[in-house]
């Protein structure tokens, strides 16, 4: 386990949020959004060096995920409020602009963030995750996406796939980290610590209703992405295609790519010493050069 973390609660007006914190608090503030079906556990491969490089980091179980509030019902999980409980989480720490980093379903949300807070916004990376406002015309123009994505309409069905994933001590989502990454690269201690946040009391419906809130309810148009971005991602995804990280950019005013042609959808992980180097040129953490393909 990465040392130097704080733990604690953060009461925000209709959410108490489970946050992780580390690093000087007096560094630069960066935020890190996980993704499905992980929480704050899913940066600790990034938290530790991060931190030591004089980061200030908030590292929050999101809405409905592990310890964090899991509020009832679809609209809840609306992506504007998915959005609008970070900038929060900054308010109640004190916070004014801060760096954004998003992994999958973190990714989608700190694109929002940055579109439509970009006041807030400083520096944003993005690791394996499609910018929201162009998801849907891209899909339209690839079906071979639709097909990747075939597990989202699953989700849509009441109760069956809550009873599916937490079944046989969540075995399904165990299997589904297991074979869509390295061999390896998910311990068994990992998945258990993984199966613990979701077997939480309503968590996996509150999960669930992320994906279930994003086809069901409509959207705004996304004015472009005006922080610098970067955006990391693993070539071997399983359930992204790589034209995605490609369209994203074009709503973004200074963006560019770092390609892993290796690495899955579990990037981070897989090749967190990469990751973690790149992250630090981008928030001028400065350390050896990044090297490799991009």
């Given amino acids: ?10 009461d925000l007006a209709d959410l108490r949020i489970h946050l992780a914190e580390a690093g000087p608090s007096d560094g ?12 704050w556990f899913g940066w600790r491969h990034q938290i530790g060096p991060l931190a030591a490089s004089g980061l200030r980091l908030l590292v929050p179980d999101q809405r409905g995920y592990n310890l964090s509030g899991k509020p009832k019902g679809i609209a809840a999980y609306h992506l504007d409020r998915l959005a609008a409980d970070i900038p ?5 720490r004190g916070i004014g602009r801060f760096n954004l980093i998003g992994h999958d379903w973190g990714g989608l949300v700190a694109w929002w963030i940055a579109s439509f807070h970009p006041d807030r916004v400083e520096r944003l990376a993005i690791l394996n995750a499609p910018h929201p406002g162009i998801a849907d015309a891209y899909m ?7 097909v990747r994505s075939a597990y989202v309409a699953l989700f849509q069905i009441p109760r069956w796939p809550e009873a599916s994933l937490l079944g046989r001590d969540c075995a399904a989502l165990r299997n589904a980290l297991a074979d869509t990454s390295r061999r390896g ?11 613990a946040s979701w077997v939480q009391p309503g968590a996996m419906t509150a999960m669930l209703n992320w994906y279930r809130a994003l086809v069901r309810l409509p959207r705004r148009d996304a004015p472009p992405v005006r922080a ?4 990391i991602w693993g070539r071997r995804d399983h359930a992204l295609q790589s034209g995605l990280a490609e369209a994203s950019l074009d709503l973004c005013k200074d963006g560019r790519i770092v390609w892993l042609p290796e690495a899955t959808h579990w990037v981070q992980h897989e090749e967190a010493a990469r990751v973690n180097a790149v992250l630090l040129e981008i928030l001028d953490r400065r350390i050896n050069p990044v090297a490799g393909p991009e």
């Fill in 140 to 146: 339209r123009r690839h079906p071979g996406q639709w």
């Fill in 88 to 92: 929060a989480l900054a308010d109640a």
């Fill in 228 to 231: 610098p971005t970067l955006v």
């Fill in 28 to 39: 630069a503030p960066t935020i890190l959004l996980h993704g499905f079906p992980e929480f």
């Fill in 1 to 10: 386990m990465t040392v130097g973390i704080t733990f604690g609660f953060v």
């Fill in 185 to 195: 690269i998910f311990s068994e201690a990992d998945l258990d610590r993984y199966a």
